[in-house]
């Protein structure tokens, strides 16, 4: 079965930087485009960004255009979001889905950006 | 970017009660919408998708309906295990997945 693990998650100050991972099981991960979708504490869904199976493209949402960069090991089964520049309204859950109409979601890792 | 605009923003009912949600996208979008429900602190499980099939596994109960800019979601006989928050999505605009702004169900 589809399994999605993201770690990485926890507390950063602003201005810092985290990268967090999300580790596919259960599907031919290289032929998958693969998401980022975050959920502030009490808010609803925002996607984050998307990576094509092959990393040729990506596509991020205004809000962290210039300081996220998704990318992927298909070698490893491993999709990555580096995160800079951290803000408090970056504080989110973050979920990492399967594409390309997010039908699998891992249970999410937690970031905190606070001083 | 397509807007979806997903309505009421929160909803009380009866047990067996029929309930039903609505999303409006700001353009045509075919049939590219799923169906989400979340319980707090879960993420996000996918119950309809291409705006009316039901995602193996999911109850009969559950339904959707539309194309086009207008679609809507029905639990036929509101369950107290389907208390949860619901949320729209689009996918024609891919790869930016845009949701509508929740349905948070409670029983009356």
């Known amino acids: 079965q589809v399994q999605l693990v993201e770690s990485g998650g926890g507390v950063v100050q602003p201005g810092g930087s985290l990268r967090l991972s999300c580790a596919a099981s259960g599907f031919t991960f290289s032929s998958y485009g693969m998401h980022w979708v975050r959920q502030a504490p009490g808010k609803g869904l925002e996607w984050v960004a998307f990576i094509r199976y092959d990393g040729s493209n990506k596509y991020y949402a205004d809000s962290v255009k210039g300081r996220f960069t998704i990318s992927r090991d298909n070698s490893k089964n491993t999709l990555y979001l580096q995160m800079n520049s951290l803000r408090a309204e970056d504080t989110a859950v973050y979920y990492c889905a399967k594409g390309p109409a997010t039908d699998y979601w891992g249970q999410g890792t937690l970031v905190t950006v606070s001083s | 970017d397509i807007q979806m605009t997903q309505s009421p923003s929160s909803l009380s009912a009866s047990v067996g009660d029929r309930v039903t949600i609505t999303c409006q996208a700001s353009?045509?979008?075919?049939?590219?919408l799923n169906w989400y429900q979340q319980k707090p602190g879960k993420a996000p499980k996918l119950l309809i998708y291409?705006?009316?099939n039901l995602e193996t596994g999911v109850p009969s109960r559950f339904s959707g309906s539309g194309s086009g800019t207008d679609f809507t979601f029905t639990i036929s006989s509101l369950q107290p295990e389907d208390i949860a928050t619901y949320y729209c999505q689009q996918y024609d605009n891919l790869p930016r997945n845009t949701f509508g702004q929740g349905t948070k169900l409670e029983i009356k």
């Open positions: 353009q045509d979008i075919s049939n590219y």
């Open positions: 291409d705006a009316s």
